[in-house]
């Protein structure tokens, strides 16, 4: 599992040279609704609330622990 | 000077001005300083059917933004809780009668009802502090520290993040590592794994303290595709070990034939009508996690979609997909639907309940979280600009869980009876942001 | 300009980004070969070597004269664009070389823009004496480019000249401009400020003094004694709707010295003073 995505990693970005945009075609992704996580709060919120009704957590941050609910 | 010639200074320099650029009128300057402050407060309210578990929260995240791009994260979360939780027991066509998890009371459970542990009132108070600093052009490094505290558990931890910006930072590459240490200090103490419920007051069956330490490791790529699409994949490695048990949960101990509760005679100063056992989990998790993650812009409208996939060394797999639909109205308001799916398999040691009788397995949880379910969000979020260019939203969300338990665990009478507690929740939340 | 100069802007297409620079580099490189001090045969070479005569000046370099004189009156006597020659007596490299009394005495013989006579287009000025347009060049070039962009395009630009800076209109991508504004002797920003409208002028320079018994010296000239400007703000930064009137307000709130800071209260302009 961990070699084959690491391997994946690597080809991602040996692809990803040849994409992307210039520095003045970011309009569009600075807007803030464009970026990764939008509403932090919210998202905070939902990782707790599902971290103590689920057995998974974590993967677009830390998963790990800091609440008795599980 | 007299404070009105000094004044007209202004009015004669904008004349001269004029008289020097020509007769083009130019814009009135709108200047404004930065603001320093980024403030987001929220205010949860979660509430399950049934008189299970009821939520409220109120949450900030302060940053702190200095310039260079160096940021202080605080964050602050007090959660009081109310309301009652499945304890793991199954249901019986006669009432049963548990002793709670700190063994100095009992409480009844009708006939034909789920077992529900009522005990559960707690107040969480979780804080998190995060800097944020460039190192060079194009990297950056983030250090955090989290603490929380309940009643009967304390949690602190530690977490780096390192990221750097390649390919005109269309690609940012990061790894993060975090550690954790909790501790569980149940009132009356942790149970022994596996012993039996005992009478009121009988604490022989109870330890004291226990630790878990959680490590986390996320490595993360994201990448710019084009003018409208960004994307990002993180692989999570996370380990937990330690007391991995939910101190309140029991298992109950069943005829292999009827599948029905065995009985017990209760003591002069109360106790158990039925044999039960603490659960006992394996003292080790390793999980690992790929999440994906896209957002796309069209025309205004931002779809963000993400879906993970989670497997563990419990036997755990599941799979999480998240949709988004941002859709403004008009100029300063949006509606964001958002629907999730979530199906996990239950863990290898997850069992309705224990056969007298037979062997003892090693570990055994009827947590109905460890269990095989299928979980449905249905939500809609309104937002708005307020008249101080200010953004508040409201959202409710819809929360479903149904589950199933595996065929060869149901026993006799079981078959009759709905074993797993299906969980309906209702999730709203009103968000203010402002910046000064 | 002697100093950096940039042209920040939101295009769709590098090949406009590029016609636009050139246009604004070329007015720019113009003004400059107008109006600076250190060309030979500009018109302000031939004032300052006119050694007395009558000099008739073209329209645009009439206009900045009268510009001139509207503020050296406006400040009384503070701003003076014939006080350049001072320059002879100090020299603001940190050390404690502070010029005789005598010395600057004998170079303020020649300083004092109403020594002249200015009958526009003609100016005559006394032998010895001269003219520096500096004080007014870079803020004109920037209003002067802002003009031109806005004549020429309706997208956002931003023209920075060394600090001195003018938008033609906010970004679309984000909300402002942000433009920071450093304390010098830290050289980095302590202050970011959104710019959607107009311009930004600093004057000052922390980096420029004279210190002797335990005296620090900057480096703002009074051109009426000769000496520098007493307790003057290491820097100042306003926002007004052109970069000419942010540089001059800069500027006179400079010479204010002490009371830069009341000075700026009352011209109602937004401003960042650094001491």
Known sequence: MKTVLAIGILLICSACTSMGVEPWERDVLAKDEMQLTTDALEAATDDHIYFSKEASSGGRGFGGGGCGCN | MSRSKERSISVALATATCGLLGSSIPAVVDAQEEPNWDINTSLLYYGEDEDRVQ??????????????????????????????????????????????????????????????????????????????????????????????????????????????????????????????????????????????????????????????????????????????????????????????????KILSVVDATTGDTISRVAGPGGGPSHEFLFENRPNDRSKQSLYTQAKYYMDGNVLDASYRYMTDDWEIDSHTIDLRYRWPVGNDKYLEPHLRFYTQTEAEFYRLSIIDGAPLPVYASSDYRLGDFDAMTAGLKFGWKTSDNNDMSVRVELYQQSGSIPGGQIIGNQAARNNYPDLNAIIAQFSYRFKR | ?????????????????????????????????????????????????????????????????????????????????????????????????????????????????????????????????????????????????????????????????????????????????????????????????????????????????????????????????????????????????????????????????????????KQSEQYWCHR
């Open chain 2, 55 to 248: 939520e409220f929260s109120l949450k900030a995240i302060i940053r702190r933004l200095y310039t260079d791009d160096r940021v202080f994260t605080f964050g602050l979360t007090i959660d009081g809780l109310t309301g009652a939780s499945p304890s793991g027991a199954i249901p019986l066509d006669s009432p049963q009668t548990i002793t709670n998890a700190s063994g100095n009371s009992v409480y009844t459970v009708p006939a034909g009802e789920l077992p529900l542990d009522e005990e559960f009132r707690d107040t969480r108070v979780a804080i998190t502090a995060n800097w944020q600093q460039p190192v060079g052009e194009s990297s950056q490094v983030n250090i955090g520290a989290s603490a929380s505290k309940e009643y009967d558990y304390l949690h602190f931890g530690l977490s780096g993040r390192f990221s750097k910006d390649f390919n005109k930072r269309n690609t940012t590459v990061s790894a993060g590592f975090a550690v954790a240490s909790d501790e569980n200090d149940p009132e009356g103490g942790a149970p022994i794994p596996l012993s039996s419920l005992l009478d009121i007051g009988d604490l022989s069956n109870h330890l004291g303290t226990d630790d878990k330490d959680i490590v986390d490791v996320v490595l993360g790529v994201s990448q710019v595709i084009s003018r409208n699409l960004v994307v990002q994949a993180n692989y999570s490695f996370s380990n937990e070990s330690g007391y991995l048990n939910n101190p309140f």
């Open chain 3, 1 to 265: 300009m002697g100093s950096p100069c940039e042209l920040l802007c939101e295009l769709e297409s590098s090949r406009d980004a590029e016609m636009m620079t050139a246009i604004v580099a070329a007015e720019a490189w113009r003004i400059e070969e107008k109006l600076s001090r250190y060309i030979d045969g500009n018109i302000i070479h031939q004032i300052n070597s006119a050694n007395g005569k009558p000099v008739e000046v073209d329209s645009e370099t009439a206009q900045l004269l009268d510009f001139a004189e509207t503020l050296f009156s406006l400040s009384e006597g503070a701003f003076d664009i014939t006080s350049g020659v001072l320059r002879g007596a100090w020299t603001f490299d940190g050390s404690d070389n502070i010029p005789a009394r005598p010395e600057v005495e004998a170079l303020l013989i020649h300083v004092g823009w109403d020594k002249g006579n200015w009958q526009s287009p003609v100016l005559t000025l006394p032998g010895n004496m001269e003219i520096d347009l500096g004080g007014i060049g870079k803020e004109y070039a920037v209003d002067r480019a802002v003009n031109i962009l806005r004549a020429d395009s309706d997208k956002p630009f931003l023209v920075n000249f060394g600090g001195d800076l003018a938008v033609t209109g906010p970004p679309q991508a984000r909300k402002a401009w942000t433009v920071g504004i450093e304390a010098v002797e830290q050289g980095e920003a302590t202050q970011l400020i959104e710019l959607r409208q107009g311009a930004l002028a600093t004057s000052g320079d922390a980096r420029r003094f004279l210190k002797r018994d335990g005296v620090r010296y900057g480096h703002v000239i009074d051109p009426r004694t000769g000496w520098p400007v007493e307790e003057a703000a290491s820097s100042i930064t306003v926002a007004a709707d052109t970069c000419t009137q942010a540089g001059m307000l800069s500027t006179l709130a400079m010479l204010k010295g002490a009371s830069a800071e009341s000075f700026l209260d």
